[in-house]
């Protein structure tokens, strides 16, 4: 089946404390994203990847990085969360440069204490 | 800046209305725009998209069109049921030249209830 996942659903943690939460797909796509959705802002783009070591800020991106090592892979980090990182987050991939339907993983839970 | 625009953020409708959900973006040079649906505590699906050479797309009860000139696309739903009830959301997908890269910009989504 094809699919975007997100590990862990939910995490609770304090601030400070490194984190990563991981994105695989298994349909080979090059491009790949990450969101942030947040009551009354919408979903917001924090880093999105073109392809393998191609990486690119969205409109969002302090506080986090990302790497692209594998295709499948996108894993987004947070060197020292903090409580305004506290949100829900949704990575997504697609192919043709993003350029095709995106499809979403079921979404990271955040609560930075 | 691409900013897209969802307007009105919340609508109730009996069940059998037909829906029509509004979007604007202010970049009109496209490549394309999607809509989703999101369930409460649930990921985005996706439901149409159609490219910027496009006017209209359809799939079942659902139609969506693309006015690039005007900034304005809409999402048309026929004969609406209780099961519609969620929260609809489009994205318009823009050429960011100095990163060259793609970016997806979202609006802040209506919420549309079908009362039975």
């Known amino acids: 089946e094809a699919q975007v996942t997100q590990n862990p659903r939910y995490l609770i943690t304090v601030t400070g404390k490194k984190l990563t939460v991981t994105c695989s797909q298994n349909?080979?796509?090059?491009?790949m994203s990450w969101y942030r959705q947040d009551p009354g802002l919408g979903l917001r783009q924090i880093y999105y990847?073109?392809?393998?070591?191609?990486?690119d800020k969205g409109d969002v991106p302090e506080g986090y990085k990302v790497s692209r090592k594998e295709k499948r892979n996108f894993p987004l980090i947070l060197e020292s969360p903090s409580p305004n990182q506290t949100s829900l987050y949704f990575c997504?991939?697609?192919?043709?440069?993003?350029?095709?339907?995106?499809?979403f993983g079921p979404g990271t839970r955040l609560t930075v204490l | 800046k691409q900013e897209v625009t969802q307007i009105p953020a919340a609508l109730s409708v009996p069940e059998g209305e037909n829906l029509v959900l509004n979007c604007s973006f202010t970049?009109?040079?496209?490549?394309?725009l999607q809509w989703f649906r999101q369930d409460p505590g649930k990921g985005l699906t996706s439901l149409l998209l159609?490219?910027?050479?496009?006017r209209e797309q359809t799939s079942g009860r659902l139609n969506a069109s693309l006015d690039k000139s005007s900034g304005r696309s809409t999402l048309y739903i026929a004969a609406s049921q209780p099961g519609d009830s969620a929260t609809y959301l489009c994205?318009?997908?823009?050429?960011?030249?100095?990163?060259?890269?793609?970016?997806?910009?979202f609006g802040g989504g209506t919420r549309v209830l079908v009362k039975p």
């Open positions: 997504a991939s697609s192919t043709s440069g993003g350029a095709l339907t995106q499809y």
């Open positions: 349909m080979n796509h090059e491009y």
């Open positions: 990847s073109m392809n393998v070591e191609v990486t």
């Open positions: 970049d009109s040079a496209i490549y394309n």
């Open positions: 159609i490219q910027s050479s496009q």
């Open positions: 994205a318009a997908l823009t050429y960011v030249i100095k990163a060259a890269g793609n970016k997806l910009t």
